[in-house]
């Protein structure tokens, strides 16, 4: 099982003064990169609710939002009356006017309004806690989902670098037998005696140099493992990127001691597969 660190998540939670909308977008980030915007009045809160992001999403580029929209006569901010019957008795000595102009002019003045610092009531937050906790819930989901899709282009990109392997192993005799040949008639073009017992011994030494076993072997194990580790429980890029780092050394060490045009066709066909693989990780949580 793997998941995304694409994600979106959202609550809407109704106060009978407000409704306040949580939101979480996610993106991929090598480690946990948080955004957070809210009002002032939630600002002491914010190490709290950064803490319950990093526990429950780990990594990612993550912008959560707290909106709160008023639904009702609520508001923290009140006229400092004294003040702008000041204003109004000054301004009947400078310009001719009714009450009325005086009042429009006199609440555009410095110090016409004040605002209150509202104080978090605990039992709300403890609610708004709660809805926090539901959209990062439905950001998980987003993720898993997300995740499903990348699991099944995974598998089928490991199967088709499998089966390219297969066409490898089925190959490699007959890019040896070629090799032979090849080494064969560059001595005969010689056209000297040669020791026959040399000629083997050289034989040997460059069939061993261009040999392949261990690496289709640990080619074979690397796709196998990273197929069970994407079937895993636990949901690890990093250890996914590591594996295909490794599919990727026994890819091109196949390739540079091929020596031979068909079998690096193939090589480049695995490479393109593998490419594709590492691409797709850099989102994988």
Do not use: C
């Amino acid at each position: 099982m793997i998941y995304s660190m694409t994600g979106y998540g959202k609550s809407v939670l109704q106060l009978p003064t407000k409704k306040i909308t949580i939101e979480l977008k996610s993106l991929n980030s090598k480690n946990l990169d948080l955004n957070a915007r809210m009002p002032s009045i939630y600002r002491e809160k914010e190490l709290a609710i950064r803490k319950i992001l990093a526990d429950k999403l780990v990594r990612g580029k993550v912008d959560f939002s707290i909106y709160v929209e008023a639904t009702a006569e609520d508001t923290s901010t009140q006229i400092n009356t004294p003040v702008v019957k000041q204003y109004i008795e000054q301004l009947k000595h400078v310009v001719d006017g009714d009450d009325i102009d005086f009042l429009k002019m006199a609440v555009r003045f410095p110090d016409a309004l004040n605002t209150v610092r509202e104080e978090i009531d605990e039992g709300e937050w403890k609610t708004i806690e709660a809805e926090i906790k539901t959209a990062i819930a439905d950001l998980i989901n987003h993720r898993l989902d997300e995740g499903k899709v990348l699991e099944e282009d995974f598998n089928n990109r490991v199967r088709t670098i499998s089966n390219i392997l297969e066409q490898v192993i089925a190959m490699d005799p007959e890019r040896v037998e070629g090799v032979r040949e090849r080494l064969l008639k560059g001595v005969q073009e010689l056209r000297e005696k040669h020791d026959e017992n040399r000629f083997e011994q050289e034989l040997v030494y460059y069939i061993e140099k261009f040999d392949i076993t261990e690496e289709k072997v640990r080619l074979k194990n690397h796709l196998n493992y990273f197929t069970e580790s994407i079937n895993s429980k636990d949901s690890n890029g990093k250890k996914l990127g590591f594996i295909s780092q490794e599919i990727g050394r026994e890819i091109n060490t196949i390739g540079s001691k091929s020596n031979y045009a068909p079998m690096q066709q193939l090589v480049v066909q695995m490479k393109d597969e593998l490419e594709k693989i590492k691409e797709q990780l850099l989102n994988v949580l």
